[in-house]
Nanobody, 133 residues
C-alpha cells in the first residue's frame, strides 16, 4: 500500500529555514504527482506546492498568498532515486505555523487536480512546524 512519511518539522525561530521531506513507497514514485499542503489550527487545509512525477513541472498557489509566492519562500523538489519529495521553506514567519502534509497521486494528476485536496488519495501523517517570533 502507499505510505508517505514526512520528516523535518520542528520548532524554529522566525527568519530561519527548514526542509521538509516526504519519503514515499507503494507506487512507482517517478510517475506520481506529489503535493504539499498545510493546515493551521482552526483553518482549512491549504495548497502549498506540487510537482510532477518527472520534476519538470512545479505548481504553486495562483492567488496572492501573503508574499510567499512572489518572494519564492517555498520551493518544492524531488529526488526520484530516493523516492522522496522535499519542501524548502526560507525566511519562516509565525504565520507559517501549521501541520504540513505531503500527498501523492500515483496516477500523475493534472495541473488542476494537483492544487486541490480532493486531487489526492494518499496522505502522510503530517509534520508540525512551529515558528516563534
Amino acid at each position: 500500500q502507499v505510505r508517505l512519511i514526512e520528516t523535518g518539522g520542528g520548532q524554529v525561530q522566525a527568519e530561519s529555514s527548514l526542509r521538509l521531506s516526504c519519503e514515499a513507497s507503494g507506487f512507482k514514485f517517478s510517475e506520481g504527482a506529489m503535493g504539499w499542503f498545510r493546515q493551521a489550527p482552526g483553518k482549512e487545509r491549504e495548497f502549498v506546492a506540487a510537482i510532477s512525477g518527472s520534476g519538470r513541472n512545479t505548481y504553486y498557489p495562483d492567488y496572492p498568498w501573503g508574499d510567499s509566492v512572489a518572494t519564492g519562500r517555498f520551493s518544492i523538489s524531488r529526488d526520484n532515486s530516493k523516492n522522496t519529495a522535499y519542501l524548502q521553506i526560507t525566511s519562516l514567519k509565525p504565520e507559517d505555523t501549521a501541520i504540513y502534509y505531503c500527498a501523492a497521486d500515483p496516477s500523475g494528476g493534472s495541473s488542476v487536480s494537483v492544487r486541490q485536496v480532493t486531487g489526492y488519495r494518499h496522505w502522510g501523517q503530517g509534520t508540525q512546524v512551529t515558528v516563534s517570533s
